[in-house]
């Protein structure tokens, strides 16, 4: 590798570092500006033609994902943490190719939302973000023998991620084909017993209400429908 590059530990620092500042800081404007930072940053990565660089939003993702199940990660600000950084990699997936990133993160979501195991992920190296080193491996069902409050907390944190990303203009089509899983979903959430989960269910069906009616008027007014 050349001197005049950043290798793949300095990446994880620089990766890291913009994890830990949105993970860390309550300040608003600090947290947009470090998402912003670890876009870009994953931006570069997943077109970068060595495989072992292009494979690291992908590590980052997982841990992110099985930060869910973290006791650490407030629930408050409808989980915005968890959100930015999530939204950051998927902003940054290359457009017009096979989502793979997203698919994982919408099916992972969405069967957490439902109070179900989550699929199955990558297997993790050792230098994973720091912000992200209380996770549990991705191989793990971290749903089998949790406690309750945890995978309350798990679900809590799904639905409120789901509501940032169908809220996001950024993947508004790609998500599309998700709304009828996550409405049900949804639904199913207002009867549950705790009222974080009720709460957070009722959250994200008024955006999915709302972006089922962009996309009725939008094919209105494009002739698709009468």
Request: charged residues 20%; neutral net charge.
């Amino acid at each position: 590798e050349s001197d005049a590059y950043l290798n793949r530990t300095q990446l994880i620092v620089c990766g890291n570092l913009l994890l830990d500042i949105i993970f860390s800081t309550l300040h608003n404007g600090a947290i947009e500006k470090a998402r912003l930072g670890f876009q870009r940053l994953c931006d570069k990565l997943l077109r970068c033609p060595r495989r072992d660089l292009r494979g690291l939003p992908a590590e980052w993702l997982e841990r992110l994902l099985q930060r869910l199940f973290a006791h650490d990660v407030p629930v408050v600000r409808r989980s915005s943490q968890l959100s930015f950084s999530i939204l950051a990699i998927l902003d940054a997936e290359v457009p017009n190719t096979h989502r793979a990133l997203l698919e994982r993160v919408m099916r992972f979501l969405l069967a957490v939302a439902k109070g179900l195991p989550p699929p199955p992920g990558l297997a993790l190296d050792d230098d994973a973000p720091s912000a992200l080193a209380g996770a549990p491996g991705a191989a793990a069902a971290p749903l089998e023998g949790a406690e309750a409050g945890a995978s309350l907390r798990a679900q809590v944190h799904a639905l409120n991620v789901l509501r940032h990303v169908f809220l996001d203009t950024n993947l508004a089509k790609e998500v599309s084909s998700y709304i009828p899983e996550a409405m049900l979903c949804a639904l199913q959430g207002f009867g549950a017993a705790s009222w974080a989960v009720r709460n957070s269910s009722t959250l994200a069906f008024s955006v999915l209400l709302s972006r089922c009616d962009t996309i009725a008027c939008h094919l209105t007014i494009t002739g698709v429908v009468a």
